[in-house]
């Protein structure tokens, strides 16, 4: 019974609204249909909210997201994501097919662990002024190698027809490309199928322009 109840209890967010990884999880959590509650953490505020140490217990990293589900925490995007697609219903967001599967994984690291750390908001304080070059460089090396690995695993999206894990950790880092005033429009296949993907539903309302916590100046 406990389980039961556990189970049946909502997932909840602690993310802050312009965080990649935290909209990671809100994609996955809207593309699954899972009713979720979001416990706002102010990156900045206060000197960042995240160094708390009630959140360290949530998050030793100190880092967003932490999703509390199913009597667990977990603190990886990429984590939740790969958990609620075991455990949930609704369309994969890993593929059936290995090699298919393989290639998501490859393009959600290549984000999650080749691009996104190095321009994420502790990377650029300790930058200093130097921070929209450095964000820059980085992020188009990136793009460099993700554009040919695209052009070999896209159809309509990432890889194939099907949305798939790639595309959530994608529209973010796009996002963070064109904040950062990378010309995103270098890479014709990054181009092409982010503007696909801001267009549907799921992408749209977990936007960071209308999550709990946007400030009023920067609501759509």
């Known amino acids: 019974m406990h389980l039961s109840l556990v189970s049946l209890a909502k997932p909840v967010l602690h993310g802050y609204f312009r965080s990649s990884c935290s909209w990671r999880v809100r994609i996955a959590f809207a593309l699954k249909g899972i009713e979720y509650d979001q416990v706002p953490v102010n990156l900045i505020k206060d000197g960042g909210q995240q160094l708390t140490e009630q959140y360290k217990k949530l998050n030793p990293m100190l880092q967003v997201p932490a999703v509390e589900i199913d009597g667990i925490t977990l603190s990886q995007s990429l984590a939740v994501i790969q958990y609620v697609d075991e455990t949930r219903p609704g369309p994969r967001l890993l593929p059936a097919d290995p090699k298919k599967r393989a290639q998501v994984r490859m393009i959600s690291d290549v984000i999650a662990s080749g691009i996104q750390p190095l321009q994420n908001l502790y990377v650029i304080q300790k930058i200093g002024a130097e921070k929209m070059q450095w964000a820059q460089h980085f992020i188009d090396r990136g793009f460099q190698a993700l554009e040919p690995i695209l052009k070999q695993t896209a159809g309509k999206y990432c890889v194939g ?9 994608l529209v973010p880092q796009v996002y963070n490309a064109e ?3 990378v010309d995103v429009g270098q890479y014709p296949t990054i181009h092409r199928l982010n503007q696909t993907l801001v ?12 999550q709990p916590d946007t400030p009023a100046d920067l609501r759509a």
């Open 161 to 169: 027809d099907e949305i798939s894990m790639a595309d959530v950790c």
């Open 179 to 181: 904040r950062f005033k």
């Open 199 to 210: 267009e549907i539903e799921a992408f749209k309302a977990t936007d960071p322009s209308c």
